[in-house]
């Protein structure tokens, strides 16, 4: 039987195509929030993907892009805020919205759950409704909004669907379900995501997995590595020095996965692998332990 969970991953093909549609619907009228400095705010898997984007931005528009925690923001004069909120109801999040309005900074609020009271407090609203997901653990939603941004800052990304609907149907995670050492890396605006894939399996598998930037890997963190270790990477092969550390991390007897895809795709993967890892060790992805959907704290806690 297939799970919520599993349902949700593999319609991440079908919610990119609506993703692509809903960005030209909202092109022009966003066009405006994609210039000069951005600040990206988030919590949790959208914080991650928010340091992945801003430094996408960065890379993309040669302008200052910077991932904020909403509960360490101070409204920045001449900055825009994207927001990125499945829920919308985030405490945290909305504490930052109310700053930013109060000072007169812009935000736009990416969100997945219609009527939030996020969408109140911003000055531009991208809707993704229809990727929100069943669970608690953030999958379609992830990478609709990464899409999205992607979209909005770079152009067109041709044929992603197709490429996650055929890598999903070909992933097999058993090779990789002995081992519980786990290493997400990722270089520049990838090493977000790299973060990302890592919460996503800490959530659903209820394991301890690591991220790094995959050149600053070298720098210690390599000396946890044997035989009984996994490194998942999210570059692309065209990058020597990426192939270098690879080559290093093979040395120490670890196995690696590097496709060296479009790395959305490799998160996609990813998700699966999580699950599968979920299912092997009784861990229930729907309920993970001491998660909720959003985090809702009075005033004090927040």
């Known amino acids: 039987m297939t799970t919520a969970i599993e349902q949700d991953i593999r319609s991440i093909p079908a919610i990119l195509r609506q993703t692509y549609q809903r960005v030209e ?5 966003l066009a405006p929030f994609f ?5 990206f705010l988030g919590c949790g898997s959208s914080y991650n993907v928010s340091a992945a984007l ?12 910077q991932a904020l925690f909403p509960s360490d923001y101070r409204p920045r004069k001449g900055w825009t805020n994207i927001a990125i909120s499945r829920s919308g109801t985030t405490t945290e999040l909305l504490t930052a919205l109310r700053r930013a309005k109060a000072e007169g900074i812009r935000t736009l609020v990416l969100v997945g759950d219609s009527g939030s009271p996020a969408e109140e407090l ?9 990727a929100s997901e069943q669970g608690v ?16 800052i770079a152009g067109e990304q041709p044929g992603l669907a197709e490429e996650i609907e055929q890598a999903l149907n070909t992933f097999d995670a058993k090779p990789y379900l002995r081992f519980n050492h786990v290493v997400y890396l990722g270089r520049g605006w990838r090493y977000g995501l790299a973060r990302t894939a890592a919460l996503n399996l800490q959530e659903t598998a209820i394991l301890v997995p690591e991220s790094h930037q995959t050149l600053d890997y070298r720098h210690g963190p390599i000396a946890s590595l044997d035989e ?5 990477c999210l570059d692309g092969k065209d990058d020597p020095a990426v192939a270098a550390v690879i080559e290093d991390v093979r040395k120490t007897g ?29 861990v229930d992805p729907m309920a993970p332990r001491h998660l909720s959907r959003s985090i809702v704290l009075s005033e004090t806690e927040a």
């Open 122 to 130: 911003a000055d531009a609203v991208l809707p993704l409704e229809f």
């Open 35 to 39: 210039e000069g400095p951005l600040a």
């Open 54 to 65: 801003a430094a996408f931005y960065e890379q993309e528009k040669g302008a200052p892009g």
């Open 228 to 232: 009984n270790s996994l490194v998942w």
């Open 254 to 282: 670890a196995s690696v996965y590097w496709p060296g895809v479009d790395p959305l795709v490799t998160i996609a993967q990813g998700q699966l692998f999580s699950l599968r890892k979920a299912e092997a060790r009784g």
């Open 137 to 152: 653990v953030q999958t379609r939603f992830i990478v609709a909004v990464s899409l999205a941004l992607r979209l909005l």
């Open 25 to 29: 619907a909202y092109r022009a009228q």
